[in-house]
């Protein structure tokens, strides 16, 4: 049975992904507010003198008009909000880090209003020159919340006491935090400390910069099940040259 047709307006949106379809349209993958994640087709967007040829642009506020009843809808209007700042330099790599974990990690129609929230905050906060690395932590740590895999970074698994400073932990997928054995080998974990301040979402101290991380990268990772970034690879390519 078909889907009943849809009409929204004014919806505040972001683009987060576009290809081109056919000889003159585009494709785009929008985050809404109250929509969550919704694939639109832009008829004509590409011609010369569309009224849409130049607003599909990423991190840039809009409102957008949709109608349709299927996974892909139609884009019929697109307005641009103002008073964002274009990314440029190291903020834009982090952009499109942060679109391609979206496109790649939220299921299509499910409304996050909060995470959109968020995204729009750190983009504003990347185009005022903010320190890249506490940014993408916070938001990294949202994105797992927002999709129930939020980590309990004040508890240990199991006893349920609370995260001790001076230990270690390694993250177990199935229960939480568990303190390593110093009288084992294996991997040295994550410090206690650092876990406290993650919680806090203090990101400053080089330590937890560098270990979270490393603890952040290694569960998105399991949660995208093998896919690669390329925005990731972009800037490994680029800290090479």
């Known amino acids: 049975m078909a889907s009943p047709r849809q009409r929204v307006d004014q919806q505040p949106g972001f683009i987060l992904h576009s290809i081109p379809y056919r000889e003159t349209s585009l494709i785009v993958e929008a985050l809404t507010r109250e929509h969550g994640r919704v694939a639109l087709i832009a008829k004509g967007a590409r011609r010369p003198h569309s ?12 409102w957008l008009d949709w109608s349709g009843g299927g996974e892909l809808k139609t884009l019929i209007r697109a307005e641009w909000q103002g008073g964002q700042p274009l990314l440029t330099g190291r903020a834009l790599l982090c952009g499109y880090y942060l679109n391609e974990l979206l496109v790649k990690l939220l299921a299509r129609e499910d409304a996050h209003p909060a995470l959109f929230s968020g995204y729009a905050e750190v983009l504003r906060d990347l185009s005022q020159g903010q320190a890249t690395e506490p940014l993408l932590r916070r938001f990294e740590l949202r994105l797992l ?9 004040e508890h240990e698994a199991a006893t349920g006491l609370p995260i001790r400073p001076e230990a270690a932990y390694v993250y177990d997928i199935e229960r939480g935090f568990v303190p390593v054995n110093p009288t084992e080998g294996g991997a040295a974990g994550v410090s206690g400390r650092v876990l ?9 101290d080089p330590e937890t910069q560098q270990q979270a991380k ?4 290694r569960l998105l990772n399991h949660y995208l099940g093998g896919q690669p970034l390329q925005s990731r690879r972009v800037f490994m390519e680029l800290q090479e040259l």
């Open 196 to 204: 406290q301040n993650m919680a806090r979402e203090a990101f400053t």
């Open 214 to 217: 490393l603890l952040l990268r």
């Open 145 to 153: 919340r927002e999709l129930g895999y939020g980590l309990d970074l």
């Open 51 to 62: 009224t849409l040829r130049g607003l599909l642009m990423a991190f840039q506020p809009l």
